[in-house]
Each structure stands twice: as structure tokens, then as C-alpha cells.
């Protein structure tokens, strides 16, 4: 704690943390304000907002799964090629030589899973507690766009291994795509990227997983986090029972 | 004053028009990109098997047409092994002489007209030419098949008990 | 650590000196509404669930190997073919209504709709006492939906026939 302290008043110290002291509350106001990870906090909130019978504490947990994933998902892409000839075996591959390999993949696909879960209590959980109520309206509509890509990238992933499982549900799910009046065949070609599953779908769904969506949710959570922490002092508890 | 204020509306006209038209190429490029690529193979004409090796009370799948090819009042025809429902491979079941697909349960008899199940409509077909003896599919141009519901156009009832272990 | 009301660790109040302030009164009872700092009072607490979190996963991930089936084969389509737990009750849906209902308006319908919830719904009270309409539909919805999930998830075995899933178990995860 000493030594802390000592490293925070410091010449150096003082350039990085900037509010150095932690005095009054005043000054670890300052010090929060000036901390990078911590911005994405209100610097106060109401006590009762901070019990587990309020949150539930899922909002943390979607946010610890994603990344979860995102590390398990970065060790996985050393050792995976996203090609019909290479898929499968890869996974074997990763499951039987890679060290860890086994290991990360079920940790990749257990956060995968509990991360839909989570959303989805998530969003009850909201709904319950009123909070999509006015003004935070679009920060429900953003939750609502969050869920889906959450989705998304679930579905995208199920593909990557290549096996049966995999197949099957791609193909079902592109199929379903080309009922959409109109437009449904347009979809599921530009979806599958041919007449049937095959190495276009693979590398699309690889490049949707690995890449696009993954960035279009970090934005998203960015965002609905700043909302949330605006609109954090709101709840007056006029309301309580 | 008034020449400051046509410059000020051309300017912005003109860099309206200007997102605009990068917005609408890189749509245009993006869409163009993503459609799908041809198949080599599968798509156009694909020679099959000889024309007496087609059963009368059966069939027998054509991998490279995706298709299965029988025999109806000694005619060759060839049906999509494709579910019209949501597209998986609907196999062939020899002790009920009808296709039953897997995925949610659709059943379809030998021409792969609808019998029951989800699917809106019968399995498509593919037109046929017999080239030297040879069964030739054009996989090119598929026929859809007709809605649930329409008359079957064989007599062939279901003959014997259905391969769904699990189903009622 | 100093805050101006005294700092509660398990129940118990942990006194310090604080410069410029009295030292802490009586005990006084936790007011609710009353604003205190996010560090450390819910940073602590996020702390705390996120190693829950991630315990969970790790654990999980020691006992329960990922599923590899047989390299995918176009040729052969599996019996029954499963869609993830969470498409399950799409699937489902699937079996009975046209791809154009199930597959198509009833996603797009439940989008729409959460979207629009907090535009229809414009009553301003928060306990559920107060929103009943409100409370009543979307209850139902979940329950429809969970139990379509359940029926598509355990119940459906081949051909999406009929099975009870403690003779026979085809959920896949």
C-alpha cells in the first residue's frame, strides 16, 4: 500500500494517474474521472442499483463471457484454417496436438452457449425491472440489436468445425433465409455464396465471425455501456413497493 | 452577397452528391461481390447412369445430380434429393416406398409429390434427356414441384411400415 | 479507504480516520437511494461476479468436452437433424407452420416487437404492480417460447417425432 502510494506521488506517477491523491472524495472523484478504464463507470451511483437483487449482475457477466470468448477465439485462429479441406481436420487437430487445445475449445464454446443465456436473462431481467423505460428507450433498441448479434455470432460459429452438426443446421438455417418474400433466394445466395453449403459459405461465415461481427458488437457494448452510465442515477425508487 | 450564397448551396450540393455516389458504388461493389459464385459440376447437364439400370419400384440416387432417378410408366425421372422445405436430403425409404425427410419430418412418394409433413410443396424435378442409353440430367433447370395438397398423380400408397424409428 | 459515512465490510463497520471530518456517529441505517462511489463499493461487486463467471465457464470447460461429429457429408443428411439449443424453438415452429411463417414472419415479427417495446408501451411506472398488461404479455411470450425450446431441444427425436427425453436423448449442444 506504501509503496503504492509512494509510486502514485511520484514524478512519473503523477503524469500517469494525473489526480494522485486520495484524500477526500473529492479527490478520488478526480481520480476515477481521470482513469481510462474506469470511465466507462459513473463515478456514483445509487446503492440500491449496486445489489445483486437489482442487476442480477448479467450485464458483467455478458460482458466477461465476450471476453472469454474473444481470448479462447484468438488461440483457436492460430490453429484453423477456414477451408472444407482443412476445417475438420484442423479441429482434431487442435483437440488432440494442440497444448490447451481441447481445453480452449470447450471453453470457447461453453461461453458461447451461456453467453446466449445470459443476453437473454439479460433482457428479461430489463424488461422486469422496467429499465427500457423513457429516456433510456434506445439503449433497449441497442440491447435488442446486441442480442441478435449475439446470435449471430453463435450461428456463424456452429459452421466453423465443419462436421455434421454444423452442415445440417447451416443448411437449414440458409434455407429458411430463402423464404423471405421476394428477396429470399437474393439472401441465401449472397448468405451461402453458391447452390448449396460449401467452401464460399465457409469462408464468408469465418470472416462474419472472426471479424465483422465481433467489431459491429464491441461498438454496440461501447455505446450502450456510455448510455447506461448517463442514464445510472435515474431509478428514484418513487416507485418501490 | 447573393453569388456567396449559390456558392454556398452549389458546395453543398455538390458534396452531398459526392457521399452519395461513394455510398451507392460501394454498395453496388459490396452486393456485386457477394453473389455467389458458379459450381463447377453440378448446375448444368450431368451424365448419369444407363437407362435400364433405372428401377421401376425404387430409386437410386445420382450423387453428381443431387438427385435420384426412377422409373414411372417407363419414363425416366429425376428427382431433387433436396427437402423443398429447408433444404436437407431427403432419403429414400425402402419398406414404405416413399421419401421421408429427416430434418421435420415431410413425406413425399416416389415422383416426390407431397404426401405430408411441413414442406408447401412437392420435390423438384429435373429435366431428363436419354442420350446413346444414357440418362443425362439438366440440373440447370429445376421444376418446382406442385403445392401440398395437389392429387398425387401415382397409385402408390405407403407399403409397409415407415423408417422413423422414434416417430408416432 | 475514506469515505464520509463509514465503509461496511460484512455487516460490520470498519472506522477510520478521516482527515477534515468527524469520526464516524452512530450506526446509521443503509439508505438505498443514496448515491456512493462506484469504486469500490460496485467495482468490488463486479469484480466478484465476473470471477463467478468465469469459474463457471473454466469448470465447465474441464468436465464437458465440446461435440465433434463426423466430418460434414452432404450426402447424408443426419436423423434427427438439430438446429443450436437456441434455434430450437424455431425448428419447432418450423414442423407445423410454413418456412414463410415460421422461418421468416415470426422472427422478424418478435424483432420488430422487442424493438417497438419501449415506443408502445409508454407507461412510466416501474413496479410490475403498476404494468400488468405489459407484464402479463410479455410473460407469456417467454413461457411460449421456453416451452417450444424444451419440446425442440429434448422431445424431437427422428423424423421430429415424438420422444421423452429419459428413454431417448437427442439435444445437441
Keep these: 500500500m506504501k509503496v503504492m502510494e509512494r509510486v502514485r506521488e511520484s514524478t512519473v506517477g503523477r503524469s500517469i494517474w494525473r489526480a494522485p491523491d486520495r484524500a477526500t472524495e473529492r479527490d478520488r472523484a478526480a481520480g476515477h474521472w481521470a482513469n481510462f478504464f474506469l470511465h466507462i463507470y459513473p463515478v456514483k451511483m445509487r446503492r440500491k442499483e449496486m445489489t445483486f437483487r437489482y442487476t442480477w449482475f448479467l450485464g458483467v457477466a455478458s460482458v466477461v463471457l465476450f471476453g472469454s470468448l474473444v481470448v479462447s477465439g484468438i488461440y483457436l485462429m492460430f490453429f484453423y484454417v477456414p477451408s472444407p479441406a482443412s476445417a475438420y481436420g484442423n479441429i482434431q487437430n487442435i483437440q488432440t496436438q494442440v497444448a490447451f487445445g481441447q481445453y480452449m475449445r470447450n471453453v470457447h464454446r461453453w461461453s458461447a452457449h451461456l453467453m446466449v443465456l445470459v443476453v437473454a436473462a439479460h433482457m428479461a431481467r430489463v424488461f422486469y425491472r422496467g429499465s427500457y423505460k423513457s429516456p433510456k428507450e434506445f439503449n433497449w433498441v441497442i440491447g435488442v440489436i446486441l442480442l441478435v448479434l449475439t446470435l449471430l455470432l453463435s450461428f456463424t460459429g456452429y459452421l466453423l468445425p465443419w462436421d455434421q452438426l454444423a452442415y445440417w443446421a447451416v443448411t437449414v438455417g440458409a434455407s429458411m433465409a430463402g423464404f423471405v418474400p421476394l428477396l429470399g433466394e437474393t439472401i441465401k445466395g449472397i448468405l451461402i455464396g453458391g447452390d448449396t453449403v460449401g467452401s464460399a459459405t465457409l469462408l464468408r461465415f469465418y470472416v462474419l465471425h472472426v471479424a465483422v461481427l465481433p467489431t459491429a458488437v464491441v461498438i454496440l457494448i461501447t455505446i450502450h455501456l456510455w448510455r447506461w452510465r448517463k442514464d445510472a442515477m435515474l431509478d428514484t425508487g418513487a416507485d418501490d413497493e | 452577397m447573393s453569388e456567396e450564397i449559390e456558392r454556398r448551396e452549389f458546395l453543398k450540393k455538390g458534396w452531398m452528391a459526392g457521399a452519395g455516389l461513394i455510398g451507392v458504388a460501394g454498395i453496388w461493389t459490396t452486393w456485386d461481390v457477394l453473389q455467389p459464385g458458379e459450381s463447377a459440376g453440378f448446375g448444368g447437364e450431368v451424365r448419369t447412369i444407363p437407362e435400364e439400370a433405372v428401377p421401376q419400384d425404387g430409386v437410386v440416387a445420382v450423387p453428381a445430380a443431387r438427385a435420384y432417378l426412377t422409373s414411372i410408366d417407363g419414363e425416366v425421372v429425376a428427382v431433387s434429393e433436396t427437402c423443398p422445405h429447408l433444404g436437407c436430403r431427403v432419403p429414400w425409404c425402402e419398406s414404405s416406398g416413399q421419401f421421408e425427410c429427416p430434418c421435420h419430418g415431410s413425406i413425399f412418394n416416389r415422383k416426390g409429390e407431397a404426401r405430408e409433413g411441413p414442406t408447401p410443396r412437392g420435390m423438384s424435378r429435373y429435366p431428363v434427356q436419354i442420350i446413346d442409353g444414357l440418362v443425362i440430367v439438366n440440373t440447370g433447370e429445376p421444376e418446382e414441384g406442385e403445392p401440398m395438397g395437389t392429387a398425387e398423380t401415382i397409385d402408390e400408397p405407403k407399403r409397409g411400415p415407415s423408417c422413423a424409428e422414434g416417430s408416432h | ?173
Excluded at chain 3, 407469456?140 to 422431445?155: A, E, P, S
Design chain 3, 1 to 173: 479507504m475514506s469515505d464520509r459515512e463509514p465503509v461496511v465490510v460484512d455487516g460490520k463497520r470498519v472506522l477510520g480516520v478521516v482527515p477534515g471530518t468527524p469520526p464516524g456517529g452512530e450506526r446509521k441505517v443503509l439508505d438505498e437511494q443514496e448515491p456512493v462511489m462506484v469504486w469500490p463499493h460496485l467495482l468490488v461487486r463486479h469484480g466478484v461476479a465476473a470471477l463467478v463467471v468465469l469459474v463457471v465457464v473454466l469448470l465447465l470447460a474441464l468436465f464437458f468436452n465440446a461435440p465433434l461429429r463426423e466430418i460434414a457429408n452432404p450426402m447424408d443428411t443426419p436423423n434427427p437433424e438439430k438446429a443450436p439449443w437456441y434455434f430450437a424453438a424455431l425448428q419447432e415452429l418450423l414442423a407445423h407452420f410454413h418456412p414463410m411463417v415460421a422461418g421468416v414472419l415470426v422472427p422478424t415479427g418478435i424483432i420488430i416487437g422487442l424493438v417497438a417495446l419501449p415506443y408502445i408501451d409508454r407507461n412510466p411506472r416501474l413496479s410490475p404492480r403498476f404494468r400488468k398488461v405489459a407484464v402479463a404479455t410479455f410473460t407469456v411470450f417467454m413461457v411460449v417460447w421456453i416451452v417450444l425450446t424444451l419440446i425442440g431441444f429434448m422431445f424431437r427425436g427422428p423424423n421430429w417425432g415424438w420422444v421423452w427425453p429419459w428413454q431417448d436423448w437427442y439435444g445437441e449442444l
